[in-house]
């Protein structure tokens, strides 16, 4: 199985300020990398696909990037309503995997 | 709008099954042409994916989990199902069900989940 390994596994950071979340595959994945956002008590949100590709409807202050085994996801300016837990998910190969979630808070 | 919703047991007893389904709605035939999936999430941790099936019926499975699983399809009712057996309390979570949308991005295609269902909680518990 490919391990997904996010860091951090928590964060804070004040309203405006750039905010990166780190995903690392074991093994190289290609840009097979999606990214979902997690708000407590509700369902995944689609952000990202292909590794850098915005779903549509996500605002442009998420961004993604990276290939192989290293991908980022940058919020350029967070906003009181990005307060959610993040999750990678590879789909290079089955088994679909998981990476942990960076929770993100506000300072 | 396509829209996704789980339905089902909230209490499972220990050793019994556990079957959910999704009906997908929104859309005539909009089982058609994508692979649909199961993702659990147990209370307070990650995200782990259970399952898919293609619209014709072919499914992949998560190894750690592939003993006790079966995922069916019923394209004339726009449903997928879920069937997990012999369940534990560490099976007690909250239950989704997810549609995999494919496109075309940097010439590769990309199966990926676009649309979620809200998810249902499954408690294993006597």
């Known amino acids: 199985d490919i391990q997904m390994t996010q860091s951090p596994s928590s964060m804070s950071a004040f309203v405006g300020d750039r905010v990166t979340i780190s995903c690392r595959a074991s093994?190289?994945?290609?840009?097979?990398l999606a990214w979902f956002q997690q708000k407590p008590g509700e369902a995944p949100k689609s952000l990202i696909y292909g590794a850098s590709s915005l779903q549509s409807g996500v605002p442009s202050r998420f961004s993604g990037t990276g290939s192989g085994s290293d991908f980022t996801l940058t919020i350029s300016s967070l906003q009181p309503e990005d307060i959610a837990t993040y999750y990678c998910q590879q789909y290079s190969t089955y088994p679909l995997t998981f990476g942990g979630g960076t929770k993100v808070e506000i300072k | 709008q396509l829209r996704l919703q789980e339905s089902g047991p909230g209490l499972v007893k220990p050793s019994e099954t556990l079957s959910l389904t999704c009906t997908v709605s929104?859309?005539?035939?909009?089982?058609?042409?994508?692979?649909w999936g199961w993702i659990r999430q147990p209370p307070g941790k990650g995200l782990e994916w259970i399952g898919n099936?293609?619209?014709?019926?072919?499914?992949y499975y998560n190894p750690s989990l592939e003993s006790r699983v079966t995922i069916s399809v019923d394209t004339s009712k726009n449903q997928f199902s879920l069937k997990l057996n012999s369940v534990t309390a560490a099976d007690t979570a909250v239950y989704y069900c997810?549609?995999?949308?494919?496109?075309?991005?940097?010439?590769?295609?990309?199966?990926?989940?676009?649309?979620w269902g809200r998810g249902t909680l499954v408690a294993v518990s006597s």
């Open positions: 093994q190289g994945i290609s840009n097979y």
């Open positions: 997810a549609r995999r949308y494919s496109t075309t991005w940097r010439f590769s295609t990309h199966w990926y989940f676009d649309l």
């Open positions: 099936i293609f619209y014709s019926g072919t499914t």
């Open positions: 929104g859309d005539s035939s909009v089982i058609t042409g994508y692979y």
